[in-house]
């Protein structure tokens, strides 16, 4: 597994495929996602970003001297929130907390090649690929609230709440 139990996307969507088709569903309905990470402070930041999902992992792509950037170097530590987009959650609202890694040369070269507009530089920009340390979805089902989590330790687990 690699970091401490992270893992790729890959690897839980091989063990959640039912929830990593929701989240999936979540995270491409908007193209930007909400990323949270940490100041030098501690404080959070939160920043719009692209965050697809494909070839096995889920990428963050930013400008080399972006504040969020930075602190992903800083600390790999990170939130990434869909937006939810009507009041009744149907779809659900989805987040995924993982920690980032600098995307090694071939990883640069398969993102470029299956991004949905041509990456004519990738050296002009900073490409983390993700480890997952847990994935949480938030729906409502008629009267209930439905909480999946789901991390690389415990598997999914299911809360429901009247």
């Not at 040369?105 to 507009?117: I, K, L, N, T, W």
Request: charged share 30%; proline share 6%.
């Amino acid at each position: 597994m690699g970091d401490s139990g992270a893992v790729r996307w890959g690897r839980f969507e091989a063990q959640a495929p039912e929830l990593a088709g929701r989240v999936r569903l979540r995270f491409e309905s908007h193209v930007h996602a909400v990323l949270a990470t940490l100041r030098r402070d501690g404080s959070p930041r939160l920043s719009g970003t692209e965050a697809p999902i494909r070839d096995g992992h889920l990428w963050l792509g930013m400008m080399p001297r972006s504040l969020k950037a930075a602190d992903l170097r800083r600390d790999p530590r990170f939130s990434l929130h869909s937006s939810p987009d009507t009041e009744e959650l149907l779809l659900g609202d989805a987040r995924i907390d993982a920690r980032a890694a600098a995307a090694m040369p071939e990883e640069v070269d398969v993102f470029a090649a299956g991004h949905r507009m041509p990456v004519e530089d990738p050296s002009a920009m900073t490409l983390f690929t993700t480890r997952i340390t847990r994935t949480t979805l938030t729906r409502v089902e008629g009267q209930e609230l439905v909480i999946q989590t789901w991390t690389p330790a415990d598997g999914l687990q299911e809360i429901r709440r009247s």
